[in-house]
């Protein structure tokens, strides 16, 4: 089974940008659908952006589309998400998740993945 750790939150004025990185430790990174999400207080677990094994392909929530790029490097186990032109909605704590490939084409729901990390607090300031 992979783990996976997330880094790279932190505080941010609107407008701003961040790069989160999610490192994976493990057997066969490269064998996993990669998806980020995102929880604010009190409100469900949102669809961020997805992207299959071989980077051929990518998906974002509409919340995010234009602003945010999801990206993996499986040499070095990493997934990243780019965060450009941030707006305070964009405010919670951000997970990054596995699924194994196959199955499932476009994973965008939480109970499609089968490895979470811990989480990384964005904090985008007005």
């Known amino acids: 089974q992979v783990q996976l750790v997330e880094s790279g939150g932190g505080l941010v004025q609107a407008g701003g940008s961040l790069r989160l990185s999610c490192a994976a430790s493990?057997?066969?990174?490269?064998?996993?659908?990669v998806g980020w999400f995102r929880q604010a207080p009190g409100k469900e677990r949102e669809f961020v952006a997805f992207?299959?094994?071989?980077?051929?392909?990518?998906t974002y929530g509409d919340r995010v589309k234009g602003r945010f790029t999801i990206s993996r490097d499986n040499a070095k186990n990493t997934v990243y998400l780019q965060m450009n032109s941030l707006i305070p909605e964009d405010t919670a704590v951000y997970y990054c998740?596995?699924?194994?490939?196959?199955?499932?084409?476009?994973?965008?729901?939480?109970?499609?993945?089968?490895?979470w990390g811990q989480g990384t607090q964005v904090t985008v300031s007005s």
């Open positions: 998740a596995a699924r194994l490939r196959g199955g499932v084409l476009v994973p965008t729901t939480p109970a499609e993945y089968d490895v």
């Open positions: 992207i299959n094994w071989s980077s051929s392909s990518s």
């Open positions: 493990g057997r066969t990174f490269s064998s996993y659908y």
